[in-house]
């Protein structure tokens, strides 16, 4: 699978999508992403963590370039679909502003009626959202300093992603 934007892609219904302020809830995620014909709901929770390379961190702040990540989105929607025929939903919710640990950054589910399915989609999901979409993360940490996460930084790594 390989996310492009060449044009404009349009959500489907069914799915939801959203770049977010407010907290992120589990259960609002896996409802959205729940359907009778579902055999298998994958869910991947992204949670700011107390350290990065075992440097002490107190609170990640993120922004985000909202249309452009929303289309990315969207995008990473149709490229599961082309190679997976039979997904029911997909979600992806991210949070923007300062977040303190243990909180909720970004919720992806995936439904699917097999499990195997559900696992790959939601991987390619994130991974997808990492490396290409326009979210920026600011470490706090516990020192006073801080420093911004470069984009590019996921493709070389995956440890601070």
């Not at 990640?60 to 997976?84: G, K, N, V, W």
């Not at 997904?87 to 640990?101: A, Y």
Request: glycine share 4%; aromatic share 8%; with cysteine.
């Amino acid at each position: 699978m390989t996310t492009t934007l060449a044009s404009a892609v349009k959500p489907r219904a069914e799915d939801s999508f959203a770049i977010s302020f407010a907290p992120l809830s589990l259960e609002e995620i896996y409802a959205k992403s729940d359907d009778p014909a579902n055999g298998a709901v994958v869910m991947m929770s992204g949670v700011v963590r107390n350290q990065t390379d075992g440097k002490p961190v107190v609170a990640l702040e993120y922004q985000a370039y909202e249309p452009m990540a929303l289309q990315i989105f969207y995008q990473i929607a149709a490229d599961i679909r082309l190679s997976t025929s039979n997904v029911n939903r997909v979600v992806i919710h991210h949070r923007t502003g300062r977040l303190q640990v243990g909180e909720i950054s970004v919720l992806v589910a995936v439904g699917c009626p097999h499990r195997r399915e559900a696992f790959e989609a939601c991987q390619y999901a994130i991974d997808s959202l990492k490396h290409n979409a326009p979210i920026w993360k600011k470490e706090h940490w516990q020192d006073g300093s801080s420093s911004w996460v470069s984009i590019g930084a996921c493709e070389t790594s995956t440890e601070n992603c």
